[in-house]
Nanobody, 125 residues
């Protein structure tokens, strides 16, 4: 069992930066692939980025490549999403997710079995 709590969302201007954090509790965090997804109003939840259990591999959506970076600290039971050069189209609720079984890449919602409650990111133009 893994419980996830996101933080770090907020309101930022175009071109600004935010760092999202996801604090995990549970024995299996360090063995879990972790991901970030986002959902804008009226749209489906979409993949943003993922990282393997040891941080050895990462994957990100084309829309955020070069701007967003996912990382993790297993000693702190945390995963992060550094978001730079933010655009209005990045506005969404951002969700942290954990996948407790193996398999890579993990870019689809159904691959994750634990989810946080989400944190709002709003980018003003």
């Amino acid at each position: 069992q893994v419980q996830l709590v996101e933080s770090g969302g907020g309101l930022v201007q175009t071109g600004g930066s935010l760092r999202l954090s996801c604090a995990a509790s549970g024995r299996s965090f360090s063995a879990s692939t972790m991901g970030w997804f986002r959902q804008a109003p009226g749209k489906e939840r979409e993949f943003v980025a993922a990282i393997t259990w040891n941080g050895g591999s990462t994957s990100s959506a084309d829309s955020v490549k070069g701007r967003f970076t996912i990382s993790r600290d297993n000693a702190e039971n945390s995963v992060y999403l550094q978001m730079n050069s933010l655009k209005p189209e990045d506005t969404a609720v951002y969700y942290c997710a954990a996948r407790s079984i193996g398999g890579w890449p993990a870019t689809l919602r159904y691959m994750y079995n634990y989810w946080g409650q989400g944190t709002q990111v709003t980018v003003s133009s």
